[in-house]
Protein backbone atom coordinates (compact mmCIF):
# COMPACT_ATOMS: atom_id res chain seq x y z
CA UNK A 1 0.00 0.00 0.00
CA UNK A 2 1.19 3.55 -0.71
CA UNK A 3 1.58 6.25 2.06
CA UNK A 4 2.85 9.90 2.23
CA UNK A 5 4.63 11.75 5.03
CA UNK A 6 4.83 15.85 5.54
CA UNK A 7 7.22 16.56 7.31
CA UNK A 8 5.97 19.38 9.70
CA UNK A 9 2.48 20.59 10.48
CA UNK A 10 3.07 23.77 10.26
CA UNK A 11 5.90 26.18 8.56
CA UNK A 12 6.00 29.98 9.33
CA UNK A 13 8.03 32.14 6.60
CA UNK A 14 8.86 35.72 5.88
CA UNK A 15 6.89 37.47 2.71
CA UNK A 16 10.04 37.48 0.17
CA UNK A 17 11.07 34.17 1.92
CA UNK A 18 12.01 30.82 0.16
CA UNK A 19 8.58 28.43 0.52
CA UNK A 20 10.30 24.55 1.18
CA UNK A 21 7.13 22.19 2.18
CA UNK A 22 8.58 18.80 2.44
CA UNK A 23 7.09 15.49 0.97
CA UNK A 24 7.96 11.53 1.10
CA UNK A 25 6.39 8.82 -0.18
CA UNK A 26 6.38 5.16 -0.10
CA UNK A 27 5.06 2.90 -2.65
CA UNK A 28 6.29 -0.71 -4.76
CA UNK A 29 5.48 0.70 -7.57
CA UNK A 30 6.00 4.03 -9.96
CA UNK A 31 3.48 6.61 -8.08
CA UNK A 32 2.08 9.28 -9.49
CA UNK A 33 2.50 12.22 -7.06
CA UNK A 34 0.22 15.60 -6.72
CA UNK A 35 0.47 18.78 -4.56
CA UNK A 36 -3.45 20.14 -3.84
CA UNK A 37 -3.63 23.69 -2.05
CA UNK A 38 -6.42 24.40 0.50
CA UNK A 39 -7.60 27.62 1.60
CA UNK A 40 -9.80 28.44 4.44
CA UNK A 41 -13.14 27.16 4.03
CA UNK A 42 -12.68 25.85 0.48
CA UNK A 43 -11.92 22.19 -0.93
CA UNK A 44 -8.73 21.83 -2.37
CA UNK A 45 -7.61 22.90 -5.60
CA UNK A 46 -4.44 21.31 -7.87
CA UNK A 47 -1.45 22.98 -7.58
CA UNK A 48 0.73 20.45 -9.61
CA UNK A 49 1.04 17.05 -10.74
CA UNK A 50 3.76 14.74 -11.51
CA UNK A 51 3.13 11.57 -13.77
CA UNK A 52 6.01 10.24 -15.70
CA UNK A 53 8.50 12.34 -18.41
CA UNK A 54 10.62 15.41 -16.45
CA UNK A 55 11.30 15.24 -12.88
CA UNK A 56 10.90 19.28 -12.49
CA UNK A 57 7.31 20.17 -12.42
CA UNK A 58 6.26 23.58 -12.64
CA UNK A 59 2.45 24.31 -11.56
CA UNK A 60 0.90 27.53 -10.54
CA UNK A 61 0.96 30.82 -8.88
CA UNK A 62 5.15 29.94 -9.31
CA UNK A 63 5.04 26.93 -7.32
CA UNK A 64 6.89 24.12 -8.22
CA UNK A 65 8.34 20.60 -7.23
CA UNK A 66 11.03 17.86 -8.33
CA UNK A 67 10.18 14.47 -8.18
CA UNK A 68 13.78 12.48 -6.71
CA UNK A 69 13.10 8.64 -7.09
CA UNK A 70 15.96 7.57 -5.15
CA UNK A 71 15.01 10.02 -1.82
CA UNK A 72 11.05 8.94 -2.74
CA UNK A 73 10.64 12.45 -2.45
CA UNK A 74 8.56 15.26 -4.23
CA UNK A 75 9.22 18.53 -2.11
CA UNK A 76 7.48 21.72 -3.21
CA UNK A 77 9.34 24.94 -3.21
CA UNK A 78 8.60 28.23 -4.37
CA UNK A 79 11.41 31.42 -4.68
CA UNK A 80 9.47 33.84 -2.76
CA UNK A 81 7.02 33.38 -0.51
CA UNK A 82 3.45 36.02 -0.90
CA UNK A 83 1.21 36.61 2.00
CA UNK A 84 -1.86 35.18 -0.51
CA UNK A 85 0.14 31.55 -0.50
CA UNK A 86 -0.70 31.16 3.19
CA UNK A 87 -3.32 28.07 3.27
CA UNK A 88 -2.95 24.42 3.64
CA UNK A 89 -0.64 22.07 1.72
CA UNK A 90 -1.79 18.63 0.92
CA UNK A 91 0.44 15.90 -1.01
CA UNK A 92 -0.89 12.75 -2.48
CA UNK A 93 -0.08 9.99 -4.24
CA UNK A 94 -1.72 7.18 -6.56
CA UNK A 95 -0.69 3.74 -7.69
CA UNK A 96 -2.16 1.43 -10.01
CA UNK A 97 -2.14 -1.15 -6.84
CA UNK A 98 -4.52 1.44 -5.36
CA UNK A 99 -6.51 1.69 -8.15
CA UNK A 100 -5.47 5.03 -8.27
CA UNK A 101 -7.40 6.54 -5.30
CA UNK A 102 -5.18 9.09 -3.95
CA UNK A 103 -3.73 8.51 -0.64
CA UNK A 104 -2.98 12.12 0.91
CA UNK A 105 -0.61 13.22 3.73
CA UNK A 106 -1.67 14.97 6.74
CA UNK A 107 -0.80 18.56 5.46
CA UNK A 108 1.18 21.43 6.41
CA UNK A 109 0.03 24.73 7.28
CA UNK A 110 2.04 27.36 5.27
CA UNK A 111 2.06 30.75 7.94
CA UNK A 112 3.38 33.74 6.15
CA UNK A 113 4.92 36.70 8.17
CA UNK A 114 4.74 40.28 6.71
CA UNK B 1 -18.38 26.04 -15.27
CA UNK B 2 -19.80 24.63 -12.48
CA UNK B 3 -17.34 22.69 -10.26
CA UNK B 4 -18.43 20.09 -7.17
CA UNK B 5 -21.31 21.31 -5.36
CA UNK B 6 -22.09 19.76 -1.75
CA UNK B 7 -24.54 20.51 0.34
CA UNK B 8 -25.72 21.11 3.30
CA UNK B 9 -22.47 23.64 4.04
CA UNK B 10 -22.63 23.44 7.63
CA UNK B 11 -24.87 20.67 9.78
CA UNK B 12 -25.43 20.11 13.43
CA UNK B 13 -27.22 17.50 14.49
CA UNK B 14 -27.90 15.60 17.98
CA UNK B 15 -25.85 12.10 18.85
CA UNK B 16 -28.02 9.33 17.80
CA UNK B 17 -29.75 10.89 15.04
CA UNK B 18 -28.93 9.90 11.21
CA UNK B 19 -27.94 12.78 8.41
CA UNK B 20 -27.22 12.90 4.97
CA UNK B 21 -24.49 14.37 3.02
CA UNK B 22 -25.39 15.35 -0.56
CA UNK B 23 -22.69 15.52 -3.41
CA UNK B 24 -23.16 17.22 -7.27
CA UNK B 25 -20.10 16.50 -9.18
CA UNK B 26 -18.97 17.77 -12.35
CA UNK B 27 -21.05 17.32 -15.28
CA UNK B 28 -19.67 14.29 -16.93
CA UNK B 29 -16.91 13.24 -14.33
CA UNK B 30 -17.43 9.31 -13.69
CA UNK B 31 -15.40 9.18 -10.89
CA UNK B 32 -16.65 10.25 -7.44
CA UNK B 33 -14.64 10.13 -3.95
CA UNK B 34 -15.54 10.63 -0.49
CA UNK B 35 -12.94 11.74 2.13
CA UNK B 36 -13.48 13.11 5.70
CA UNK B 37 -11.13 15.73 7.02
CA UNK B 38 -10.47 15.74 10.24
CA UNK B 39 -8.06 18.21 12.27
CA UNK B 40 -4.67 17.58 12.03
CA UNK B 41 -5.63 13.82 10.48
CA UNK B 42 -5.68 15.18 7.26
CA UNK B 43 -7.81 13.56 4.08
CA UNK B 44 -9.47 9.57 5.04
CA UNK B 45 -10.48 8.11 2.45
CA UNK B 46 -13.90 7.26 2.55
CA UNK B 47 -15.53 5.53 -0.54
CA UNK B 48 -15.11 5.73 -4.27
CA UNK B 49 -17.70 5.80 -7.01
CA UNK B 50 -16.32 4.60 -10.68
CA UNK B 51 -19.24 4.26 -13.40
CA UNK B 52 -21.34 2.00 -13.11
CA UNK B 53 -18.62 -0.47 -11.23
CA UNK B 54 -19.39 -1.72 -7.19
CA UNK B 55 -17.94 0.96 -5.72
CA UNK B 56 -14.93 0.90 -3.34
CA UNK B 57 -16.15 0.84 0.29
CA UNK B 58 -13.01 -0.24 1.91
CA UNK B 59 -12.41 3.23 3.94
CA UNK B 60 -15.87 3.43 5.20
CA UNK B 61 -14.83 3.20 9.19
CA UNK B 62 -18.20 1.52 10.43
CA UNK B 63 -21.18 -0.07 9.45
CA UNK B 64 -23.03 3.29 10.18
CA UNK B 65 -21.77 4.80 7.16
CA UNK B 66 -23.20 4.07 3.82
CA UNK B 67 -23.20 5.74 -0.04
CA UNK B 68 -25.30 6.31 -2.91
CA UNK B 69 -24.58 7.18 -6.52
CA UNK B 70 -27.83 7.61 -8.10
CA UNK B 71 -27.45 7.44 -12.01
CA UNK B 72 -24.09 7.93 -12.02
CA UNK B 73 -24.03 11.46 -11.14
CA UNK B 74 -25.80 12.81 -7.11
CA UNK B 75 -24.19 11.04 -4.53
CA UNK B 76 -25.35 10.91 -0.56
CA UNK B 77 -23.37 10.06 2.29
CA UNK B 78 -25.63 8.81 5.15
CA UNK B 79 -24.15 8.45 8.69
CA UNK B 80 -26.61 6.66 10.94
CA UNK B 81 -26.91 7.17 14.58
CA UNK B 82 -24.05 9.92 14.88
CA UNK B 83 -21.61 9.77 17.77
CA UNK B 84 -19.31 12.53 18.06
CA UNK B 85 -16.41 11.73 16.97
CA UNK B 86 -18.44 11.66 13.45
CA UNK B 87 -17.28 15.78 13.71
CA UNK B 88 -15.88 16.78 10.74
CA UNK B 89 -15.22 17.99 6.93
CA UNK B 90 -16.78 15.62 4.87
CA UNK B 91 -15.25 16.25 0.58
CA UNK B 92 -16.83 15.32 -2.25
CA UNK B 93 -14.28 14.76 -5.54
CA UNK B 94 -14.96 14.08 -8.48
CA UNK B 95 -12.74 13.23 -11.66
CA UNK B 96 -13.30 13.13 -15.33
CA UNK B 97 -11.89 9.52 -15.64
CA UNK B 98 -9.90 7.04 -13.06
CA UNK B 99 -6.92 7.52 -15.15
CA UNK B 100 -3.73 7.61 -13.26
CA UNK B 101 -2.83 11.37 -13.50
CA UNK B 102 -6.70 12.85 -13.51
CA UNK B 103 -6.84 15.34 -10.58
CA UNK B 104 -9.37 15.33 -8.34
CA UNK B 105 -12.12 18.54 -8.41
CA UNK B 106 -13.25 18.86 -5.14
CA UNK B 107 -16.05 20.60 -3.58
CA UNK B 108 -16.09 23.09 -0.36
CA UNK B 109 -17.29 20.12 1.58
CA UNK B 110 -19.77 20.27 4.53
CA UNK B 111 -18.81 20.90 7.92
CA UNK B 112 -20.45 18.23 10.56
CA UNK B 113 -20.86 18.79 13.93
CA UNK B 114 -22.27 16.41 16.44
CA UNK B 115 -23.52 17.53 19.51
Known amino acids: AQSVTQLGSHVSVSEGALVLLRCNYSSSVPPYLFWYVQYPNQGLQLLLK??????LVKGINGFEAEFKKSETSFHLTKPSAHMSDAAEYFC????????????FGRGTSLIVHP | GAGVSQSPSNKVTEKGKDVELRCDPISGHTALYWYRQSLGQGLEFLIYFQGNSAPDKSGLPSDRFSAERTGGSVSTLTIQRTQQEDSAVYLCASSPTVQKNSPLHFGNGTRLTVT
Open chain 1, 50 to 55: YTTGAT
Open chain 1, 92 to 103: AVSVAGGSYIPT
